[in-house]
């Protein structure tokens, strides 16, 4: 069984990114500018952000931090959203989700410029996604497939599980990973809390990318004998620990990994590759701006 570790492979396309962004600033431009809305106080997406930040400074990026109370209405955030589309200083941005209850998220995602949606959320690159044309790929199935590709997984004509059917993650991986392309070239199944037996399909996938937010919810008996699992799940579980809490993912490591080609570990896998993933969609970003001035 070979880890897939993300936290290296991060590591090694940061410092990529960090590269080009020195060649950039060398010709005398300012280098790209991320900007991040935080609406509330929840712990896990404060922590999001900060890590967000703190690999902008890695790859030496402007960074800024708007943050904002829960009791911000949707008209003042739609504002917020709106100064950011126009405002030349900055190449990209995110609103980090969830929003609170009275904030119609979907409202809020088509309000952000396509050109800034480093995300990947708009119906506009949602589509460019679909039809195979360039735009900004969201950023964890991007991760996912950057981690395949540096680790020269097989994937033409395998069979692929994908558990889970969200807009974020689940239902963009199956439209990648269906590609005429590689990473790509999978026949793709997609399970969701609807899927009877999905043990069923489990056992007959060649990799499987679980994302349903279930800690340990894939179990050995639901693999067959050298799959590639890619575990993307995050749920923090109270746990006597400093913080409170630890971090589990969607598949039961100790039972799954013996029979597996590859895995990703939690933490270390997924979540490092999805945050440089948005570092590379903000350098896009700023490439495209540059390259229209
Ligand atoms: P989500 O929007 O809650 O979607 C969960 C999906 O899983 C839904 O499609 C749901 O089915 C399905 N599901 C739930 N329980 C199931 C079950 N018992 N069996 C089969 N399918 C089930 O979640 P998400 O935003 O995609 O995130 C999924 C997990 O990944 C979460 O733990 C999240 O924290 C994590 N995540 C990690 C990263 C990272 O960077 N590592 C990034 C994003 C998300 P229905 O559609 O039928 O409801």
């Given at each position: 069984m070979i880890l897939l570790n993300g936290k290296e492979t991060a590591e090694a396309v940061k410092r990529e990114i960090a590269e080009e962004v020195a060649r950039m600033t060398s010709r005398g431009e300012r280098p790209p500018h991320l900007a991040a809305v935080l609406v509330g106080d929840d712990g896990a997406s404060k922590t999001y952000v900060a890590n967000k930040e703190k690999a902008c400074k890695a790859v030496g990026f402007n960074s800024t931090v708007l943050t904002f109370p829960d009791t911000i209405s949707e008209a003042e955030l739609l504002s917020v959203i709106d100064g950011l589309n126009n405002n030349d200083e900055v190449d990209g941005f995110i609103v980090q989700l969830p929003l609170p209850k009275h904030i119609d998220e979907n409202k809020v995602i088509n309000a952000v410029s396509p050109e800034k949606d480093v995300d990947g959320f708009h119906p506009v690159n949602v589509g460019r996604m679909s039809l195979g044309e360039d735009g900004f790929l969201p950023a964890t199935p991007f991760g996912i497939l950057t981690l395949l590709e540096r680790y020269k997984i097989d994937t033409y004509g395998k069979h692929c599980v994908i558990m889970g059917r969200s807009n974020i993650v689940g239902r963009p991986m199956a439209n990648l990973l269906s590609r005429k392309s590689y990473p790509g070239d999978c026949t793709v199944t997609v399970c969701h809390s609807h899927t009877r037996n999905i043990e069923e399909y489990t056992r007959s996938a060649d990799i499987i990318i679980a994302a349903?937010?279930?800690?340990?919810?894939?179990?050995?008996?639901?693999v067959k004998e050298g799959a590639v699992v890619i575990d993307v799940g995050i749920t923090r579980v109270p746990a006597d620990t400093p913080k409170g809490y630890r971090i589990l993912g969607d598949v039961e490591f100790s039972s799954v990994a013996p029979k597996c080609s590859y895995i990703t570990p939690v933490p270390g896998g997924v979540g490092p590759m999805t945050i440089v993933s948005l570092m590379y969609n903000t350098f896009k970003a700023r490439e495209l701006k540059l390259k229209k001035q």
């Amino acid at each position: 069984m070979i880890l897939l570790n993300g936290k290296e492979t991060a590591e090694a396309v940061k410092r990529e990114i960090a590269e080009e962004v020195a060649r950039m600033t060398s010709r005398g431009e300012r280098p790209p500018h991320l900007a991040a809305v935080l609406v509330g106080d929840d712990g896990a997406s404060k922590t999001y952000v900060a890590n967000k930040e703190k690999a902008c400074k890695a790859v030496g990026f402007n960074s800024t931090v708007l943050t904002f109370p829960d009791t911000i209405s949707e008209a003042e955030l739609l504002s917020v959203i709106d100064g950011l589309n126009n405002n030349d200083e900055v190449d990209g941005f995110i609103v980090q989700l969830p929003l609170p209850k009275h904030i119609d998220e979907n409202k809020v995602i088509n309000a952000v410029s396509p050109e800034k949606d480093v995300d990947g959320f708009h119906p506009v690159n949602v589509g460019r996604m679909s039809l195979g044309e360039d735009g900004f790929l969201p950023a964890t199935p991007f991760g996912i497939l950057t981690l395949l590709e540096r680790y020269k997984i097989d994937t033409y004509g395998k069979h692929c599980v994908i558990m889970g059917r969200s807009n974020i993650v689940g239902r963009p991986m199956a439209n990648l990973l269906s590609r005429k392309s590689y990473p790509g070239d999978c026949t793709v199944t997609v399970c969701h809390s609807h899927t009877r037996n999905i043990e069923e399909y489990t056992r007959s996938a060649d990799i499987i990318i679980a994302a349903i937010g279930v800690p340990e919810f894939l179990k050995g008996d639901m693999v067959k004998e050298g799959a590639v699992v890619i575990d993307v799940g995050i749920t923090r579980v109270p746990a006597d620990t400093p913080k409170g809490y630890r971090i589990l993912g969607d598949v039961e490591f100790s039972s799954v990994a013996p029979k597996c080609s590859y895995i990703t570990p939690v933490p270390g896998g997924v979540g490092p590759m999805t945050i440089v993933s948005l570092m590379y969609n903000t350098f896009k970003a700023r490439e495209l701006k540059l390259k229209k001035q």
